[in-house]
């Protein structure tokens, strides 16, 4: 099993930008699907954003569409998330995960049930 971890999470002014990073333990290039979720306490957590297993296609939620950007790097083990013009409703503790089934339409796979392994979280606070 995947052992993952967050960093890059901070607090911001809304409008801001951050970039989250995910360090991976074993090399994840074309055997998971790679994904972003959040969430706000007392709510449930929710999809962010999901790359595929070999990199070439990513889904985003409707919330952050436009803003953010998922991204993975094979060669260092690494899941990225970029996100621009964040606005106070971002703020979240946000998770990084891992999923093994690789052939449902990536919308279907970015929700909680089909993730095998979750990093700790790092928090994210947008001021406005």
């Known amino acids: 099993q995947v052992q993952l971890v967050e960093s890059g999470g901070d607090s911001v002014q809304a409008g801001g930008s951050l970039r989250l990073s995910c360090a991976a333990s074993?090399?994840?290039?074309?055997?998971?699907?790679m994904a972003w979720f959040r969430q706000v306490s007392g709510n449930e957590r929710e999809g962010v954003a999901i790359i595929s297993a070999d990199g070439d296609s990513t889904y985003y939620a409707d919330s952050v569409k436009g803003r953010f950007t998922i991204s993975r790097d094979r060669a260092k083990n690494m899941l990225y998330l970029q996100m621009n013009i964040l606005k106070a409703e971002d703020t979240a503790m946000y998770y990084c995960?891992?999923?093994?089934?690789?052939?449902?339409?990536?919308?279907?796979?970015?929700?909680?049930?089909?993730?095998?392994?979750w990093g700790q979280g790092t928090q994210v606070t947008v001021s406005s």
């Open positions: 995960a891992a999923a093994t089934n690789l052939w449902r339409p990536l919308a279907t796979v970015l929700n909680p049930t089909y993730v095998t392994s």
């Open positions: 074993v090399d994840t290039y074309r055997r998971y699907r």
